[in-house]
């Protein structure tokens, strides 16, 4: 098999009647854009990215483009986890989030599952103009428990650049093949899933202070970036655990930011 390629653009924005629109929304084969979603506000949109092959397969290469506009306030996440399947060469994905100034992007999507034998390269690219916002997250899980997959995967390469007013303020490289070798860097002990969680914009200290009240006895760590960057990284022993994690320093976030609950990810 050589593959399948797939790309989306989409644009968040405000319109002529200051409500979220999609402003620009282009998929093919591999990317499917579920319609917005409105928000619990006018400026805020929902949007679900989903996969319609179920997964991702060998050879396959993915490119997203996401951005919000100012004065909108972008969700975006998927209906289901990222299930990545046994192949013989890498899988690669290619997405790049940007927020304008005075836009806000929460990218929260469901945990990457990698199966027994699948090989992936991950790369994150973020730019977040001053005065924009963005929450993002990822949670990795260890594969199929129930067929007793847990870290039996080839490769997973996760690479993530993250920019504030066109400055670096997080690089990170990771190539873990756990497979074949026990991780060099990466020590989890009893710990099944791991997760990171980036913030850009607000006030990071305190966000800092309050986020370490929710971490309670996870093993997980906080700390504050150049400029308005805060980096939470976690381990847990189980996948809700971490989710669980996340929404509460989602709910932190977007009170300092908006002064109201986040909005649910599963309206009803």
């Known amino acids: 098999m ?39 506000t006018p400026e805020e949109g929902l949007v679900y990215v989903l996969n319609p092959t179920g997964g991702i397969l060998q050879g396959d290469r993915l490119e997203a483009d996401i951005r919000v506009e100012g004065g909108a306030h972008g969700i975006v996440t998927t209906p289901s986890a990222t299930k990545l ?28 599952i990698p199966y027994s034998g ?53 690089r990170e490289r990771a190539d873990l093949r756990p497979s074949s070798e026990t991780f060099p860097s990466l020590s989890m002990g009893t710990a099944t899933h791991y997760g990171v969680l980036l913030v850009v914009g607000g006030d990071a200290a305190r ?26 990284k976690a381990l847990a022993v189980g996948g809700r655990d971490l989710s669980a994690l996340f929404s509460r320093v989602r709910e932190r976030v977007l009170h300092q930011w908006t002064g109201r609950p986040a909005t649910s990810l599963r309206p009803i």
């Open 85 to 112: 399947y046994r192949a013989d060469r890498p899988a690669e994905s290619t997405t790049r989030l940007r927020v304008a100034s005075g836009a806000t992007l929460e990218y929260l999507p469901e945990p990457i």
């Open 207 to 232: 966000l800092a202070d309050g986020v370490r009240e929710d971490l309670q006895s996870l093993r997980a760590g906080v700390t504050t970036l150049p400029g308005s960057g805060l980096l939470v």
């Open 118 to 170: 699948s090989r992936y390269v991950e790369h994150l690219s973020i730019d977040v103009e001053p005065g924009g916002r963005l929450l993002s997250w990822e949670i990795l899980a260890p594969g199929r428990a129930a067929r007793g997959e847990l870290f039996d995967y080839e490769l997973l390469g996760l690479r993530l650049t993250a920019r504030e007013g066109g400055v670096e303020i997080l």
């Open 2 to 40: 050589t593959g399948m390629a797939g790309s989306l653009r989409l644009t968040m924005g405000l319109d002529d009647a200051g409500r979220c629109a999609l402003r620009e929304q282009y998929c093919s084969q591999l990317h499917r854009v579920l319609q917005l979603i409105p928000g619990e």
